[in-house]
């Protein structure tokens, strides 16, 4: 109703505005400000209501159902209050369920929903008067000396804002909640076994009555594994995607490019677990065969079977992204290389590459980024061994892989044991931050700025 409301008010703001100008009146802004202003006055306050009614749906709806409590469910534990608030609240809309749930009784069954329904249809209501009466009020400010377009510019600036703010906070939020669960297991495990300890083995006891190992958080073996199989997959990815961007930039005609740039970039929409298939079911057994071949060891979960995979996975962002930012730099850098005399080669390696290298290397690091974080086809095609190697014929594991099997099945939060993916998680943060600055260093150091 809201959206019809504002299509609806948007039409009649802007059909009134053309009749300004067939009455040949100079209209101060466009037609078309006219009608987004009237209709993102009609959206936007109304939509922000809706959030925040579904925002405190829960607290309104226990607020609702707390008055409908028996003595004797009163007097039970915590435990079992919350089971009947909460099935009270999930059947509110039922009256033969909360009937038969024998919570409550049939009159107070019929008096719940009535009292729901009537505060759903109040809201409906509300919301839906607000929005004309603000469409009807921003309406009748509409004159030919109106600046509607200053007015729509000034609130889609405020909106902006808005998500730019929440955005932030939610990246603040982020790191504040790896920080804290973070200190809870550095209050554990100490700070020197986590960083620098080589053996990983997080199995420990989650209840007083269970039997289990008091655990050991060495987490060197997981980053060695993250690192050995990101460079695998670099190794890849960087030289392929790298010299597929110049081909396609600087060298193939406009139907080669046309017909082969989407070809790699369709490499980045196949799902990981096919990935993983394929490294699990056809490289790995391919990568082992291939070192007994030559008498070499190969684990039937590698490093190198999941590093091949990956980086084949990841060329479509360094070709993507390099190819773009190559095309965007002025072809007058490259004409005039040509006309000093420069070959076609020597103009690549110095001129354009110079003038890409910040675009190069945010591909690059989104390229790693995105290997580190990868988790499926490590899982199928190197292992869950954490084992402390750099031979990349052997299996490894990942710090992603580890953080998803710390959190499933039943977890009990205040163990180490899960405390320790919060951990592994903030190092992991740490560690791409760092490599974002170094980045950043090596393109102020080495990028070449055109006037």
């Not at 084949?312 to 360094?318: G, N, S, T």
Request: glycine letters at 6%; one cysteine or more.
């Amino acid at each position: 109703m809201i959206i019809v409301l504002g299509l609806l008010s948007f039409t009649i703001a802007k059909q009134r505005a053309l009749l300004y100008l067939q009455n040949n009146e100079p209209l101060r802004s466009m037609p078309v400000y006219h009608g987004l202003y009237v209709s993102l006055w009609a959206f936007l306050i109304p939509f922000f209501l809706i959030i925040l009614f579904l925002t405190f749906k829960a607290n309104y709806l226990n607020y609702l159902v707390t008055p409908y409590l028996s003595e004797e469910t009163i007097s039970l534990g915590s435990e079992e209050i919350m089971y009947v608030k909460n099935f009270l609240i999930n059947n509110i809309s039922n009256l033969n369920n909360l009937i038969n749930s024998g919570f409550i009784s049939e009159a107070d069954s019929n008096s719940l929903i009535e009292k729901y329904q009537n505060s759903r249809l109040i809201s409906f209501i509300f919301v839906i008067v607000l929005s004309i009466v603000l469409s009807f009020v921003s309406y009748r400010k509409l004159s030919v000396r109106f600046d509607a377009r200053r007015r729509v510019e000034s609130i889609l600036k405020f909106i902006f804002f808005i998500f730019s703010t929440i955005a932030v906070l939610t990246t603040i939020g982020i790191i504040l909640s790896l920080i804290f669960e973070t200190l809870r297991f550095f209050s554990q495990v100490g700070f020197f076994d986590f960083v620098f300890g080589t053996h990983w083995s997080p199995q420990t006891a989650i209840r007083e009555d269970q039997v289990g190992s008091s655990g050991s958080f060495g987490a060197i073996p997981l980053f060695t594994g993250t690192l050995l199989i990101t460079a695998v997959a670099m190794s890849i990815a960087a030289p392929l995607g790298l010299y597929s961007a110049i081909f396609l930039s600087q060298y193939a005609k406009p139907k080669t490019r046309d017909f082969l740039k989407p070809i790699l970039e369709i490499l980045a929409g196949i799902p990981t677990v096919v990935y993983g298939f394929f490294a699990a079911l056809t490289v790995g057994p391919f990568v082992r065969s291939c070192g007994e071949y030559i008498g070499l060891t190969v684990a039937t979960e590698s490093a190198l079977a999941a590093g091949l995979v990956m980086g084949i996975m990841i060329i479509p962002y360094v070709s993507s992204l390099s190819d773009d930012v190559m095309t965007a730099v002025p072809l007058s850098l490259r004409d005039g290389s040509l006309a000093l005399g420069a070959t076609q080669a020597e103009t690549v390696k110095k001129v354009i590459i110079p003038a890409a290298l910040p675009g190069i290397v945010s591909a690059l690091l989104l390229a790693i980024s995105r290997a580190i974080g990868e988790t499926m086809i490590v899982v199928m095609a190197a292992g869950l061994a954490a084992n402390l190697t750099a031979n990349p014929l052997s299996a490894v594991t990942t710090v992603t892989v580890q953080i998803v099997t710390l959190l499933v099945g039943d977890q009990e939060f205040d163990s180490a044991k899960t405390l320790a993916a919060f951990a592994l998680g903030l190092m992991l943060f740490v560690i791409t931050l760092a490599l974002n600055v170094f980045a950043m260093i090596i393109v102020r150091r080495y990028r070449e700025r055109y006037e």
